[in-house]
């Protein structure tokens, strides 16, 4: 149902870097929305990782990063940490419906 | 400190009303535009509603547009969902979450379970 598509699990070693891609379309990325990211650690609330594409709140590492191109955006875990271990929601809007803040599809990040 | 705080979550027949509220603390809660968004039992996020800071304007998601209703009071520093009609997909955790004016949703309550049953 989600009009942002996302890989459903992602896996590396610590010390790697991982990517989880957000793949939209022409009335949500494409359209020049920006693109947020979350972290839902186990059990807990999501928390904002990344806004404005590539932009970290106050305390998020910088081994996180953001970027978008075209109908797509991407989140970058580099250096993979064990407590990296969450799901990870990208986040925009979408033109296409009245009014509509759509998340995408969700994907787990393992260490291995 | 700066938080969210949801209520109102539990066991509900299918078809009755529940209302969740959220209380802010912290900041300017007049300052910001609010969301309602829920986690299904293992599924991901779905936004479900957002009203404007001063509550002049409501926007609401196909699944639950005629059944939702959100407001607030800015003068209680509190958010709330009127959930009519409920039915059994509507079950799931809600947060509700800042609007932080196109930077993203940012800060989030620990959020409050609804189960509908039939």
């Known amino acids: 149902q989600s009009v942002l598509t996302q890989p459903p699990s992602v896996s590396g070693a610590p010390g790697q870097r991982v990517t989880i891609s957000c793949t939209g379309s022409?009335?949500?990325?494409?359209?020049?929305?920006?693109v947020h990211w979350y972290q839902q650690l186990p059990g807990t609330a999501p928390k904002l990782l990344l806004y404005g594409n590539n932009d970290r709140p106050s305390g998020v590492p910088d081994r996180f990063s953001g970027s978008k191109s075209g109908t797509s955006a991407s989140l970058a875990i580099t250096g993979l940490q064990a407590e990296d271990e969450a799901d990870y929601y990208c986040q925009s809007y979408d033109n296409s419906l009245s009014v509509n803040y759509v998340f995408g599809t969700g994907t787990k990040v393992t260490a291995l | 400190q700066v938080q969210l705080v949801e209520s109102g979550g539990g066991v509900v027949q299918s078809g009755r009303s529940l209302t969740l509220s959220c209380a802010a603390s912290g900041f300017t809660f007049s300052s910001h535009g609010m969301h309602w968004v829920r986690q299904a039992p293992g599924k991901g996020l779905e936004w479900v509603a957002v009203?404007?800071?001063?509550?002049?304007?409501?926007y609401y998601a196909d699944s639950v547009k005629g059944r939702f209703t959100i407001s607030r009071d800015n003068s209680k520093n509190t958010l709330y969902l009127q959930m009519n009609s409920l039915r059994a997909e509507d079950t799931a955790v809600y947060y509700c979450a800042r609007d932080s004016s196109r930077a993203g949703f940012d800060l989030w309550g620990r959020g409050t379970l609804v189960t509908v049953s039939s």
């Open positions: 022409s009335s949500n990325i494409g359209a020049g929305f920006d």
């Open positions: 009203i404007w800071y001063d509550g002049t304007n409501k």
